[in-house]
């Protein structure tokens, strides 16, 4: 088992990883908390599976909110009734959420509990391996509006996260090759060790500890920018034209980890087209080894013009992550005129 602390400016929040930590969260929660009330938020999918596993392990009464699963219910909505819950259970300030579940539940349920009283003590016990590695660590989180995705939220560190990497037996393939894009994400812009572990054909046996090389990138990275005013940005090689590839295809033909697979090799090839190295193909075998894709399934002109939209966007020129060598990120301004040539002549 691993732990590691990330010292916000506010929060410390302590970071248990390995196969078996769920079945400590009683002991890790008497730790860190005193509450009289837990309350754990989860899905539809995962309740079944998980729910009662964990409240079994406390002896105090635990009350709990299902969602249905799903992005689409990430929502002002959802929140609403979280808070009608929490009320209704009679939570305090000192009392404790638990967020149980996916990004999407991770996202919501620490909304909530940034909010609910102006702030009442979350953990995190994130059971995909995108959430593991990536969203319940960090702070950020919040809602969809109906005029774009996390559009409402909030920085609001979770004191305690329980990362089970066991819990990821249950994961359907499909959603655990989508964070496999995420885990590739860090060992190219941090750590090439990450990606030799992830290449190995039995690499599952390896999952304890390449999720621990990836918390600990996210770690040290927010530790330096919790509020992403700078180096955070690293975190999103892949995410630039992976969004705009989401967005083109309307965010319901590619998912995340897919659309993010296809923008570090296209990042790959814009760093080629600017000089650097080329690293596209080696970062494409790491993707198809575990069934990611890697090309455009869409025009360039369609990208370019989802990438206008880009919040990175500056008035003549979007910051794109490049990487180079493999295991170090850069921030590259590229002027609009140049990506327009660059895009249409890959
Ligand atoms: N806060 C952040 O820093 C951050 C970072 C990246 C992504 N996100 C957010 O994360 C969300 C995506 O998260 P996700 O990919 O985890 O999706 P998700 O939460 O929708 O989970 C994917 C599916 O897997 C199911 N599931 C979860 N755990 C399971 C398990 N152990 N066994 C079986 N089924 C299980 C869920 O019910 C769901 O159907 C997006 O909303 C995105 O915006 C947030």
Do not use: W
Not at 73 to 92: F, M, N, P, R, W
Not at 151 to 178: K, M, N
Not at 205 to 217: A, D, F, S, T, W
Not at 245 to 255: D, M, R
């Amino acid at each position: 088992m691993y732990h590691l602390s990330l010292q916000g400016a506010a929060t410390l929040s302590d970071i248990y990883i390995g196969a078996g930590v769920f079945e400590q969260a009683a002991k890790r929660v008497a730790e860190k908390f005193k509450p009289t009330r837990i309350h754990v938020v989860t899905d539809s999918n995962v309740a079944p599976l998980y729910l009662d596993r964990l409240c079994a392990e406390f002896s105090l009464n635990i009350t709990t909110t299902v969602l249905p699963a799903g992005e689409q219910y990430k929502t002002l909505d959802t929140v609403a009734g979280i808070y009608a819950d929490l009320s209704a259970a009679g939570l305090t300030r000192s009392d404790l959420v638990i967020a149980l579940g996916g990004g999407v539940v991770g996202d919501i349920t620490g909304f909530a509990a940034a909010t609910y009283l102006r702030g009442i003590s979350l953990c995190q016990i994130p059971t995909t391996l995108l959430a593991q590695v990536d969203s319940s660590v960090g702070g950020k989180t919040g809602v969809d509006l109906p005029q774009g995705k996390n559009l409402v939220g909030a920085f609001y560190q979770p004191e305690l996260v329980l990362i089970d990497t066991d819990i990821l037996s249950t994961l359907p393939r499909r959603i655990f090759c989508d964070g496999m894009a995420e885990v590739i994400k860090y060992g190219c812009i941090s750590n090439p060790a990450i990606l030799e572990l992830t290449a190995q054909p039995d690499f599952r046996g390896n999952l304890e500890q390449i999720v621990y090389e990836c918390v600990r990138i996210k770690r040290d990275v927010v530790q330096q920018d919790e509020r992403d005013t700078g180096l955070r940005m690293i975190l999103n090689f892949g995410h630039t034209i992976g969004h705009a590839a989401e967005k083109a295809g309307h965010f319901t033909e590619l998912s995340h980890g897919q659309a993010v697979a296809i923008g570090m090799v296209q990042a790959a090839k814009l760093g080629a087209a600017l000089g650097e190295a080329d690293l596209s193909g080696q970062i494409a075998s790491l993707c198809q080894a575990h069934d990611l894709p890697t090309e455009l399934p869409y025009p360039a002109e369609d990208i370019y013009a989802a990438l206008l939209r880009d919040k990175k966007r500056t008035a003549d020129a979007i910051n794109f992550i490049l990487v180079h060598p493999l295991g170090k990120a850069v921030i590259h301004k590229i002027p609009l005129e140049q990506l327009h040539q660059l895009l249409a002549a890959q």
